[in-house]
């Protein structure tokens, strides 16, 4: 059974600083691990995809990063901003059935 | 990317009546929907699988007389919340893919239900 992780649950860093958010996975055996920023109410905002095969992608300010064989994915953000305040998801997809497993979050706070 | 649109955003029913929630691709076909369900400070957890033209797959635990889910067009899932009660205010959000296979998921805007 896929279980998803995210380290830290919650993060509070001032404005400007580089910081990185954490996901493993217990099988590796994953086509993709998708990124995702929910902002509180709100719907999930796919951030980044990578391919099982990729092991980076990047957008912006956000890189991720994968490695299957450990387990694990970071997203890393520079130069954080208060917009950037939010929850971020990742989620990978789950057997057959295509849905998404998704890790607790990390919830971060950018402080101006 | 795809949109995917869910509707109403946020509702308020009263214990015993039904609310339906909308879920929508706006910009392509979607066979397969997934209707998720977020507890306050926990993450997603999937409920059910909408599929077109035929019965919902439901996960272990759901109730589906309690949550009707019906799959009528490529385009369109609906989730019934029946005889609601308080117990099921939660966050319900849909999601879809683009395209058939492991490809990049999309989720609609989540809708706050709140039983009183």
């Known amino acids: 059974k896929q279980e998803v992780t995210q380290i830290p649950a919650a993060l509070s860093v001032p404005e400007g600083e580089n910081l990185v958010l954490n996901c493993s996975f217990t099988?590796?055996?994953?086509?993709?691990l998708q990124w995702f920023r929910q902002d509180p109410g709100k719907g999930l905002t796919s951030l980044l995809l990578i391919q099982s095969s990729q092991r980076e992608q990047t957008s912006g300010r956000l890189n991720a990063s994968l490695d299957k064989s450990s387990g694990r994915s970071t997203l890393y953000i520079a130069a954080s901003q208060p917009g950037d305040s939010a929850t971020y998801l990742c989620?990978?997809?789950?057997?057959?059935?295509?849905?998404?497993?998704f890790g607790a979050g990390t919830r971060l706070t950018v402080k101006p | 990317g795809a949109v995917v649109s869910q509707h109403p955003s946020r509702v308020i029913c009263k214990s015993g009546t039904s609310v339906k929630i909308e879920c929508r691709s706006l910009?392509?076909?979607?066979?397969?929907m997934f209707w998720y369900r977020q507890f306050p400070k926990q993450s997603l957890m999937l409920m059910a699988t909408s599929n077109e033209g035929s019965k919902a797959t439901y996960e272990q635990g759901v109730e589906k007389d309690k949550f009707l889910i019906n799959h009528a067009s490529l385009t369109l899932s609906t989730l019934t919340v029946t005889s609601a009660h308080p117990e099921d205010s939660s966050f319900y959000i849909c999601?879809?893919?683009?395209?058939?296979?492991?490809?990049?998921?999309?989720f609609g805007q989540g809708t706050r239900l709140t039983v009183v």
């Open positions: 099988d590796s055996a994953i086509y993709n």
């Open positions: 999601s879809a893919r683009e395209r058939q296979g492991w490809t990049e998921a999309f």
């Open positions: 910009d392509f076909q979607a066979t397969t």
């Open positions: 989620a990978v997809p789950r057997g057959s059935n295509n849905d998404m497993r």
